[in-house]
């Protein structure tokens, strides 16, 4: 006849379980093995500016690649790419809102696209750098599933801007 497992396997199991949700454990997990749970932020420090919606960010003792979640601005650095109308205007914008500061990433669902970059809300001197650059025209919205906290936000932003002219809306 074999034992059936008692409390103690029971509580190493729900103990194993627990431990695999927490951060910097298992799959997904904390900044040390790179993910970030849904709604955590960490602080970082801009290294450069790579276009209008890239940064270079300095994230947990390393450089890591930040894609801005729910923007999109034109082409400058893109390989294969020609540099596209208000490129370079909106690269200049995220220069002057992000270049060299302390940044808070805020994460969504997913941490990390296919290409291994972050994917963040990035928020800098009290301001929301994701939402600065659609309110200012330098940015169109790009809602990507499930990365859409603030989707409705970016699209009432880009239409007020569209509809003033403002940037990209009235240059292209």
């Known amino acids: 006849m074999k ?10 199991l729900v103990l194993g379980a ?53 923007v999109d601005t034109p082409e400058t650095v893109k390989p294969d790419t020609p540099v596209q109308c208000y490129g370079p205007r909106a690269s200049d914008e995220n220069h002057r809102l992000v270049e060299e500061q302390r940044v808070r990433l805020v994460f969504d669902h997913e941490a990390r696209d296919d290409y291994g970059r972050l994917l963040a809300y990035v928020h800098a001197g009290g301001e929301f750098v994701n939402a ?3 309110r200012g025209g330098y940015a ?33």
Request: charge should be positive; glycine fraction near 16%; charged fraction near 20%.
């Open 132 to 134: 600065d650059l659609v």
């Open 3 to 12: 034992p059936k497992p008692g409390l103690g396997a029971l509580f190493l």
């Open 140 to 172: 169109r919205t790009l809602a990507i599933e499930p990365n859409t906290s603030h989707a409705a936000e970016f699209r009432r932003l880009a239409a007020r801007a569209a509809r003033a002219g403002r940037g990209l809306w009235g240059a292209c």
């Open 18 to 70: 627990w431990l695999l949700l927490q951060p910097g454990c298992g799959a997904g997990g904390g900044s040390s093995e790179g993910g970030f749970a849904a709604g955590s932020s960490v602080a970082a420090r801009v290294v450069r500016v790579v276009d209008g919606d890239t940064i270079v960010a300095r994230v947990d003792g390393q450089n890591e690649y930040v894609r801005y979640i729910g």
